[in-house]
T-cell receptor, first 114, second 112 residues
Framework: EAQVTQNPRYLITVTGKKLTVTCSQNMNHEYMSWYRQDPGLGLRQIYYSMNVEVTDKGDVPEGYKVSRKEKRNFPLILESPSPNQTSLYFC?????????????FGSGTRLTVV | GENVEQHPSTLSVQEGDSAVIKCTYSDSASNYFPWYKQELGKGPQLIIDIRSNVGEKKDQRIAVTLNKTAKHFSLHITETQPEDSAVYFCAASNTGFQKLVFGTGTRLLVSP
């Protein structure tokens, strides 16, 4: 089944403890992206990647890192999490830029930082 | 940068009625406008999209219209069904959808 897989689904951590949220897609997509979803704010882009070793900042990159060493994987790294990073995170991937391709989203990771 | 406003934030309709969700965007260079549906506990799913060289697109019961002059676009759902109940997001981009800016979402409730 074509899908974007994120792990973990739920995570509670403490301030300052480094964590990684993994994302993997099995569709051979070039484009991948991370979003965070907060009530009343919709989805805001954190980072995106157009190919292996090509990444760029989205609208809210502060406090996050990403890497794209392989086409299928795009992990999100929080070096020193803070409570304001408590949110619902989505990874997404896409085949291309033509109309109808769009992003396929994962099921989300709910992160709580205490 | 781009800013997308979406209205209403909640919309309740009776089954069989039509529903309309409206979005406005700020960047006149934006040229790609997708709509996503998010069901409870799931990630958003693309339901329809349109580029700025097209004024209207229809897919069965859903349609999107675009007014470039006024910089607004709308989602129209006809003959609504309970399974249409979800949160709907509009988005806009001028660099291809890699850098999409989303609206704040509309919670649609369709009552039987």
């Amino acid at each position: 089944e074509a899908q974007v897989t994120q792990n973990p689904r739920y995570l509670i951590t403490v301030t300052g403890k480094k964590l990684t949220v993994t994302c993997s897609q099995n569709m051979n997509h070039e484009y991948m992206s991370w979003y965070r979803q907060d009530p009343g704010l919709g989805l805001r882009q954190i980072y995106y990647s157009m190919n292996v070793e090509v990444t760029d900042k989205g609208d809210v990159p502060e406090g996050y890192k990403v890497s794209r060493k392989e086409k299928r994987n795009f992990p999100l790294i929080l070096e020193s999490p803070s409570p304001n990073q408590t949110s619902l995170y989505f990874c997404a991937s896409s085949k291309g830029t033509a109309v109808g391709y769009g992003y396929t989203f994962g099921s989300g990771t709910r992160l709580t930082v205490v | 940068g781009e800013n997308v406003e979406q209205h209403p934030s909640t919309l309740s309709v009776q089954e069989g009625d039509s529903a309309v969700i409206k979005c406005t965007y700020s960047d006149s260079a934006s040229n790609y406008f997708p709509w996503y549906k998010q069901e409870l506990g799931k990630g958003p799913q693309l339901i329809i999209d349109i580029r700025s060289n097209v004024g209207e697109k229809k897919d069965q019961r859903i349609a999107v219209t675009l007014n470039k002059t006024a910089k607004h676009f709308s989602l129209h759902i006809t003959e609504t069904q309970p399974e249409d109940s979800a949160v709907y997001f509009c988005a806009a981009s001028n660099t291809g959808f890699q850098k999409l800016v989303f609206g704040t979402g509309t919670r649609l409730l369709v009552s039987p």
